[in-house]
């Protein structure tokens, strides 16, 4: 008995020893950086200096009174709700599409999926060439007169960046959607369809339910991917026009390393971190309730 | 897993009907990469006085050729291999073994690891690029290749530990114990008996990593500064910034930046499509 309880107690440690390059480079790559950005965010700093000036919570009542702050927040949240329910929507559409009786099924698949092996500062750049150059030439040979420049004004730039970033991801999500397709048993639509349901109904009573866990991994991961938008608005708008379209990691960005506010940068990450989390709860929470239910 | 083969259900008119939809979706998808391949062909002259849509004059490489130059691509290439193949071959090893130890282990101080991995999956390095950067700079790991492919290994963990905690759910632990029955130690077992199983997902961890390294902008752009050490995407963005209205360079740089990536999909694609289903489905 004794024994065998210093057998256990060994393998345990040598499990444990497998695991130290992963907790060491983990803890300092990300957790001591989170560590980090709590502390700075008390402070009045430039980064160099030797002198940090103790604001206290100095820099967050700043965030709420900044209108400039308040609307990124504003743009930040409405980019991932569109994003997210538009991309989850429709690449769950799009995998119960492609995965019909259509024929040159492939063909469509690898097409959507494509967009997502190019790097998103790509994604931006086409699009700012399509909506300034490619669509005004199309309007105008057809004699119409339609606004194209989505980029251009505060008012669209909200819908053009969810069209080129949808463009870009939709597809790496529909893979998700299609891989768990292939694991419903074929029986349940048959009993469905005994039962006499339609298409929609073995849509909403039985495709959905039984995708669940596909839905969750989904929708967190478009979400927790939208609130960190950064990459394409570089080339695309650089958070214009005005200041229409900046994220909060575009703005603490340009914060940190343009205007060297380190504090007040800090400051909106933790900000960024505690809805990230938030959002995060939330959402399983809710999905949680629903897989219960099943 | 594997079901029996159902007979292919009829073509009737409901299905034309989608077929209709899924034409207006594939067009849609493809419309931006036509554009790409048709303006990396076409000469500044033909950018400016030609419609949009119409056909280059004649396919000539010379966009190719100069964006190679002009980036000094020779370089960035050679940059960006490294930078994504050491990462990467890194976090598949720490990433698998850390995600056995985690399955393996049956004690608190693995069940607070594995929720402890998952942190890095909420809160995205984007969110710490400032304190990441004086934390590098204070390490003296700024501007430089090491510190570059830290950053990639200690930011990849958290998806890679998930992915793989997931997959070890389905390898039986008899084999482990039918093997070890005399007492070998956890590292004997690991490298003789476990690895030989994992291969499938440690190839679907090296291509999804492999986009996200390769395909990254904001952590090369944060950490680099030398043009010698520059990734293929930081030197491409050069020619995406500037206002000229040669943009005919920047589509052909668009193509040759992607093909690795397109090339290592191609490849894989079997492995990657089993992976995802195993990974993020069972979750």
Redesign the interface.
């Known amino acids: 008995m004794n024994k065998n309880l210093s057998?256990q107690r060994r393998?345990?440690l040598?499990?444990?020893?497998?695991?130290v390059?992963?907790?060491v480079?983990?803890t300092?790559?990300?957790?001591?950086?989170?560590i980090?950005?709590f502390y700075?965010s008390l402070f009045s700093w430039d980064?160099f200096a030797a002198e940090k000036v103790f604001l206290g919570l100095g820099n967050y009542t700043q965030i709420v009174h900044d209108e400039y702050v308040m609307g990124t927040w504003k743009f930040t949240i409405l980019f991932a709700v569109m994003n997210s329910i538009i991309a989850d929507v429709g690449a769950l559409l799009?995998a119960v599409?492609?995965d019909?009786?259509?024929?040159a099924r492939t063909?469509?698949r690898t097409?959507?999926f494509?967009?997502?092996?190019?790097?998103?500062?790509?994604t931006?750049?086409?699009?700012k060439?399509?909506y300034s150059?490619?669509l005004p030439?199309?309007v105008e040979?057809l004699g119409l007169k339609i606004y194209t420049q989505l980029f251009g004004s505060p008012n669209t730039v909200m819908a053009g960046l969810t069209i080129a970033n949808c463009?870009q991801w939709i597809?790496l999500w529909m893979?998700?959607y299609?891989?768990?397709l292939?694991?419903i048993?074929?029986e349940y639509y048959e009993a469905a369809r005994v039962d006499g349901a339609n298409a929609v109904q073995r849509f909403f009573h039985v495709t959905v339910p039984m995708l669940m866990?596909?839905i969750?991994?989904c929708t967190v991961g478009l979400t927790?991917g939208a609130l960190?938008t950064?990459?394409i608005l570089?080339?695309a708008t650089e958070g214009g026009p005005g200041r229409s379209s900046n994220t909060?990691?575009y703005y603490?960005?340009n914060a940190?390393?343009k205007l060297k506010q380190?504090g007040y940068?800090?400051a909106m990450?933790v900000s960024?971190?505690i809805m990230?989390?938030i959002v995060?709860v939330v959402q399983l929470k809710l999905f949680s309730k629903k897989e219960v239910q099943l | 897993m594997k079901k029996a083969k159902a007979p292919k259900p009829k073509y009737t008119w409901s299905t034309f009907g989608l077929q209709l939809i899924a034409l207006v979706v594939a067009l849609f998808f493809a419309f931006p990469l036509v554009i790409i391949v048709n303006n990396a062909f076409k000469t500044t002259r033909e950018l400016a006085m030609n419609h949009p849509l119409s056909m280059p004059e004649q396919f000539n490489f010379n966009n190719f050729a100069n964006a190679w130059k002009k980036l000094e691509l020779g370089t960035a290439f050679a940059n960006s291999f490294i930078y994504t193949g050491v990462s990467v071959v890194i976090i598949a090893f720490v990433c698998t073994i850390t995600a056995w130890a985690i399955a393996r282990g049956q004690s608190r101080f693995f069940r607070f690891s594995r929720v402890y991995f998952l942190i890095g999956i909420l809160i995205p390095a984007q969110a710490l690029c400032l304190p990441i950067y004086l934390l590098w700079n204070r390490m003296g790991l700024t501007n430089s290749k090491l510190g570059l492919i830290a950053l990639y290994v200690s930011t990849g963990l958290s998806f890679g530990i998930f992915l793989q905690t997931n997959f070890m759910k389905t390898v039986p632990i008899d084999i482990e114990e039918a093997a070890c029955i005399d007492g070998c130690n956890v590292y004997q077992t690991f490298f003789s008996v476990v690895l030989p199983l994992l291969k499938a997902p440690m190839a679907t961890l090296i291509i999804t990593q492999s986009f996200s390294v390769w395909n990254d902008y904001m952590l090369a752009n944060l950490m680099i500064q030398s043009k010698f050490k520059r990734t293929v995407i930081i030197a491409m963005k050069t020619l995406f910034s500037t206002t000229t209205s040669d943009y005919a360079t920047a589509m052909a740089a668009i193509i040759l930046s992607a093909t690795p990536i397109i090339v290592l999909f191609v490849a894989l694609q079997k492995q990657f499509i089993k992976g995802m289903t195993i990974g993020a489905v069972k979750g």
């Open positions: 057998y393998m345990r040598q499990y444990a020893s497998l695991m390059p992963a907790l480079l983990f300092v790559g990300l957790i001591v950086p989170i980090m950005c700075f980064g799009l599409l492609l019909s009786a259509i024929r063909l469509h097409l959507v494509i967009p997502c092996l190019f790097s998103s500062i790509v931006g750049f086409v699009w060439k399509i150059v490619v030439g199309i040979s463009w597809g893979m998700i299609l891989a768990a292939q694991s048993s074929p866990p596909a969750i991994t927790t960190k950064y990459d570089v080339t909060i990691v603490t960005f940190a390393f380190y940068g800090s990450s960024l971190i990230l989390l995060a």
